[in-house]
């Protein structure tokens, strides 16, 4: 402020809570309003010399205040506003506005009025219809908060005055995220997503919002080079360093080769300097999440380097020969999981049954939708639908909304969209055996994450009524097998001190999820008492269900999976957990 000559200004987002007024050094002084949530909160920042003509201040909410000055016999009104961000709930939007239009009402006839106010919206290019309130330089589309905005000036008679000067976009725009693609993609979904009764529809929109608003990657694996300790120095030095080779190739003089040498010898020790200031901060942020998230990086990423063979393009066949045309290495790979995905172990056929639980299920919540949105990570690979977790993230609450409808409508019909009955198998390598052997690799699965997000508000639903037993320690929260190892360690070390005998059954269970047979599973979900109800849901997942192979060399044909658990799923490892439980207990 001092260095722009600014003397009074508006801010939003303080987050402070109270209301209150400080001395914030330089010469100002901030009247800000905020609540226990430090969430929104609103402020005017004021030199100190205007401070004593402050008449009257009113703190409507943590999104609207006023400040009354007296300034050479004019009456000056300062109005700070902060309106709910894109994807927001309407009822959020109209309180604001209401707000706003009560302030201004109270302001009596005469006396001038300033808002400087985040609008959190874009009242577009151009004046056509609108000349009495803005002018033609605002910022791309209009959207439905650009619209309120207009309707607001023209209701009061105002001028949205940024709009009346041409500025770089930069300059005209107060936050951008991605190039405001975030913001574009939400403001081209917020109107239609929540409107298609269908999955098919929604799922069309969005992904044609996104490629025109986000545009299409490529998809390729980009080299393995260690560039994570990279920054804007290095960059630049390396850029000089090549402009000088250019120079040095068009003219071989003496001085264009000293300028080139001497480049290369700064590029040299920028990247050492470089490096080193980023193995200092990764080592004082071990202790930290992030911390380990980038050692774990680093150190997959390096142990990627030093394997012989990073990506196989060749595979054996059964009798072990080798397959190197394209067609005949995604026909094995087919073969080898089509086999394995539909293929039971040798069991006796269970010839009693057990009754089913008949209770009626309550609809879907959107408190469910929401803690099992908040669940869901972000950065994961999508599966064939092509729509990852992000766009529901960025929805907001209309997402919530929507997909509240939607798991309704699939818990009420007990069948899912055909679209997520569809997956991609990837094969991982265990790095263990042959790497040109199909049986080495594990099968992952890409799944539609909405469908993924579906499966979590059933898995949770589901605990509720499934009780594992306290013995059980894989994929159980707030539980880990390192637990039941430090357990089995204590046991021997007292059956050792006493010098008794301790047997232990260690039993490695071959293509556990693979081969889990389907029938078994809902009679265990039956036994363990849950309703019908989401027994058929569950069953639901599993009918129909297909998939293709994604290997080095290109997709495979889709072929069915009848046997075994999606590898990959969200609910999965609790199906699994729950099956062994029932077993171990016959």
């Not at 790979?333 to 008949?358: A, T």
């Not at 055909?418 to 799944?447: A, H, T």
Request: with cysteine.
């Amino acid at each position: 402020m001092e260095r722009r000559k600014v003397d009074i200004l508006c801010v939003q987002e303080t987050r402070w809570k109270g209301s209150k007024a400080r001395s914030i050094g330089a010469g100002f002084k901030l009247f800000y309003y905020g609540v226990d949530s430090k969430r929104n909160g609103v402020g005017v920042v004021l030199k100190e010399e205007f401070v004593r003509n402050v008449l009257e201040v009113k703190r409507v909410s943590d999104r609207v205040m006023s400040l009354k000055f007296e300034i050479e016999g004019v009456m000056l009104n300062v109005v700070s506003g902060y309106a709910p961000q894109v994807g927001c709930e309407l009822e959020e939007k109209e309180r604001f506005w209401t707000e706003l239009d009560e302030v201004m009402e109270s302001i009596p006839t005469g006396e001038r009025v300033v808002i400087g106010a985040d609008f959190n919206g874009h009242v577009g290019e151009g004046n056509t219809g609108d000349e009495e309130v803005m002018g033609k330089f605002g910022v791309k589309e209009r959207n439905l908060e650009g619209q309120m905005v207009v309707d607001f000036a023209k209701r009061m008679d105002m001028g949205v005055v940024n709009t009346y000067f041409q500025k770089r976009e930069e300059h005209r725009v107060t936050y951008k995220s991605g190039g405001r693609r975030t913001q574009k993609l939400r403001q081209a979904l917020g109107g239609q997503v929540v409107l298609p009764d269908d999955w098919e529809t929604t799922a069309e929109v969005i992904r044609e919002t996104g490629r025109k608003v986000l545009g299409v990657s490529s998809g390729r694996r980009k080299e393995d080079k260690e560039i994570w300790w990279w920054n804007e120095e290095v960059q630049d030095s390396i850029q000089r360093k090549r402009l000088a080779k250019k120079k040095w190739d068009m003219d071989r003089t003496e001085e264009n080769r000293q300028e080139y040498k001497e480049l290369q010898r700064r590029v040299k020790r920028e990247v050492s300097k470089a490096k080193q200031k980023a193995y200092d901060e990764l080592y004082t942020r071990l202790d930290t999440r992030e911390g380990e998230k980038d050692l774990y990086r680093l150190a997959r990423q390096r142990d990627r380097d030093g394997k012989d063979v990073q990506q196989v393009r060749v595979i054996k066949d059964r009798d072990g020969r080798v397959l190197t045309s394209e067609e005949s290495v995604q026909r094995r790979w087919k073969e080898y999981f089509e086999e394995l995905m539909n293929e039971e172990n040798e069991r006796e056929k269970r010839v009693e049954g057990v009754n089913s639980v008949e209770q009626k299920v309550v609809k879907i919540r959107k408190d469910e939708v929401r803690k099992a949105l908040k669940r869901m990570k972000r950065g994961k690979a999508v599966g064939p639908d092509y729509i990852p977790v992000e766009v529901w993230k960025c929805l907001g609450e209309a997402a919530v909304e929507f997909l509240t409808s939607l798991f309704n409508r699939v818990l009420e019909s007990e069948r899912m969209p055909e679209e997520w009955r569809r997956s991609v198998l990837v094969p991982i390598f265990k790095n263990k055996g042959d790497v040109q052997n199909c049986s080495n690799y594990r099968g992952i699965k890409l799944m539609s994450h909405t469908m993924k997000l579906w499966e979590r508000v059933v898995e949770a639903r589901l605990r509720k009524v499934v009780e594992i037993c306290e013995q059980q320690y894989g994929f159980m929260p707030r539980k880990s097998t390192t637990d039941a190892i430090f357990a089995l360690r204590i046991l021997m070390e007292k059956y050792r001190d006493g010098q008794r005998e301790l047997h232990c059954v260690f039993v490695d269970l071959e293509k556990a999820y693979d081969r889990v047979p389907r029938e078994e599973l809902w009679y265990c979900m039956r036994k363990s008492g849950v309703a019908e109800k989401y027994v058929r849901v569950v069953q639901d997942m599993y009918e129909r269900s297909r998939t293709v192979v994604r290997c080095a060399v290109g997709q495979t044909e889709e072929f069915k999976v009848e046997v075994g658990l999606h590898q990959g799923s969200a609910l999965s490892p609790f199906l699994f957990a729950m099956l062994m439980d029932q077993l171990s207990e016959e």
